[in-house]
Nanobody, 120 residues
Framework: QVQLVESGGGLVQAGESLRLSCALSGSIFRIDSMGWYRQAPGKQRELVARITDGGSPTYADSVKGRFSISRDNAKNTGYLQMNSLKPEDTDVYYC??????????????WGQGTQVTVSS
């Protein structure tokens, strides 16, 4: 089994920054792609950013130029640097990872979510 633990959420004012972390532990053979998603109450979970195992990122249009996704493969940890935060970025943020637990088995894992609240 693999566990994802997110941290770094909180309450900030518009224009400020936060850095989210996602630490993976457990039966990890290799981590494939990692991503961050967000979800507001009553709405669908949406992609914020994703990064391949080679380090290539993709971003939602709404966060391009403000957010930056990265990963430290040695630490099995992913990050989301969020700058110039806006009230509309307020959501619960979830970490996701595709993890090979053996040479032939890959599973999809989610963290428990961390609340990000941006006040105007």
């Amino acid at each position: 089994q693999v566990q994802l633990v997110e941290s770094g959420g909180g309450l900030v004012q518009a224009g400020e920054s936060l850095r989210l972390s996602c630490a993976l532990s457990g039966s990890i053979f290799r981590i494939d792609s990692m991503g961050w998603y967000r979800q507001a109450p009553g709405k669908q979970r949406e992609l914020v950013a994703r990064i391949t195992d080679g380090g290539s990122p993709t971003y939602a249009d709404s966060v391009k130029g403000r957010f930056s996704i990265s990963r430290d493969n040695a630490k099995n940890t992913g990050y989301l640097q969020m700058n110039s935060l806006k009230p509309e970025d307020t959501d619960v943020y979830y970490c996701n990872a595709l993890v090979w637990t053996s040479r032939s088995k890959m599973n999809d894992y989610w963290g428990q979510g961390t609340q990000v609240t941006v006040s105007s």
